[in-house]
């Protein structure tokens, strides 16, 4: 079974800074994408930025300039530095893989989210 774990949220003023982190374990034979989704309360879910087998990356309008995501995948890993954080990125964030296991099937795995909070 893939595992997903986050880390890195917390609590910070308008302005400043904050380097989500995820680690995929688990049988895992190939990630063709990890990416960051966020929720925040009352909005849908929206995919924030993701990174794909090659390095091409995808970035929301919203964070697009102020994000940037980059991923080892030799060591299942995917970070989001996050800059000029503002109030609303305050959200939780949650961190997708998706890729095939040893035994050859397709996977989607999330993680249980951590939480950031952008207020003064």
């Known amino acids: 079974q893939v595992q997903v774990v986050e880390s890195g949220g917390g609590l910070v003023q308008p302005g400043g800074s904050l380097r989500l982190s995820c680690a995929a374990s688990?049988?895992?034979?190939?990630?063709?994408?990890m990416g960051w989704y966020r929720q925040a309360p009352g909005n849908a879910r929206e995919l924030v930025a993701d990174?794909?087998?090659?390095?091409?990356?995808y970035y929301a309008n919203s964070v697009r300039g102020r994000f940037t995501i980059s991923g080892d995948n030799a060591k299942r890993t995917v970070n989001l530095q996050m800059n000029n954080l503002k109030p609303e990125d305050t959200a939780a964030y949650y961190c997708?893989?998706?890729?095939?296991?040893?035994?050859?099937?397709?996977?989607?795995?999330w993680g249980l989210g951590t939480q950031v909070t952008v207020s003064s």
């Open positions: 997708n893989v998706l890729g095939m296991t040893e035994q050859g099937r397709g996977f989607n795995s």
């Open positions: 990174i794909r087998i090659g390095g091409s990356a």
């Open positions: 688990g049988g895992i034979a190939t990630i063709n994408v």
